[in-house]
């Protein structure tokens, strides 16, 4: 039995036997390599790339691995939210969890039926892949069609990518 399933498996047993609520956000925090997978709801979007899902009886707060969408107050960033939730609202979701981020979020891609949220989301238009956390050459390809075809924020002659909104924003 592979390491990563021994690690999935007792964290499912963790959760089955009623163990601490941190138990599942400790696993979420873990190392890479553990490349735990939790299948859950999301219960809460917060904008188009953070969730809080629900792990053991708590909503965690996650990020969405690899992307960067507009912030609330954005221009597109309640159409992107809006596009997230409709993604994952109501549906079994998969968690892989491949990382921490800056602030101590678990990173994560998400999947309905086999089906990549965060790719999604850069297919149409409504994140950016974020190229100083990613070099994915598929997300970036995905991208480039998005920005040729003007689909979702590229319909913008001249969309704002959120790290330089939260930099101005910084900045006042």
């Not at 036997?17 to 390599?33: E, F, H, K, N, S």
């Not at 809080?52 to 969405?64: D, K, T």
């Not at 003007?150 to 704002?160: E, K, Q, S, T």
């Amino acid at each position: 039995m592979s390491g990563a399933l021994r690690y999935a498996l007792a964290l499912l047993a963790a959760i089955a036997i009623g163990g601490a609520p941190a138990v599942a956000r400790a696993a979420l925090l873990a190392p890479a390599t553990a490349d735990v997978v939790l299948v859950t709801r999301i219960v809460r979007v917060s904008d188009g790339d953070t969730v809080h899902a629900m792990i053991n009886g708590r909503a965690v707060r996650v990020r969405l691995s690899a992307i960067d969408a507009p912030e609330a107050g954005q221009a597109f960033g309640e159409k992107a939210r809006r596009a997230l939730a409709d993604m994952v609202t109501g549906r079994d979701v998969e968690l892989h969890r491949v990382g921490v981020d800056v602030h101590q979020r678990p990173l994560v891609v998400l999947s309905v039926e086999g089906v990549s949220v965060n790719a999604e989301l850069v297919r149409l238009g409504w994140a950016w892949v974020f190229r100083q956390y990613s070099s994915d050459v598929e997300l970036i390809a995905l991208e480039d069609v998005a920005r040729r075809n003007r689909w979702g924020l590229w319909g913008d002659p001249h969309p704002i990518p959120p790290w330089e909104f939260r930099r101005n924003a910084r900045g006042r």
